[in-house]
């Protein structure tokens, strides 16, 4: 899983369009944030990906 950090704020303002277009389209979408989103196997200024943790 990818996830972008909470001051990646150039990125996720770009993502606004796309979930406009989702509802739009009655297409679901969750927002999920995490204090621990897993192992984090990159992680560079504005972005993790990790293994998630299980269960």
Excluded: C, N, T
């Excluded at 993790?48 to 943790?53: D, E, R, S």
């Amino acid at each position: 899983m990818a996830w972008f950090k909470d001051s990646a704020h150039h990125l996720l303002e770009r993502v606004e369009p796309y979930l406009k277009l989702l509802d739009a389209h009655q297409v679901p979408w969750e927002r999920l944030e995490r204090a621990d989103p897993g192992r984090i196997i990159y992680e560079d200024e504005v972005q993790v990906v990790v293994v998630p943790a299980a269960g």
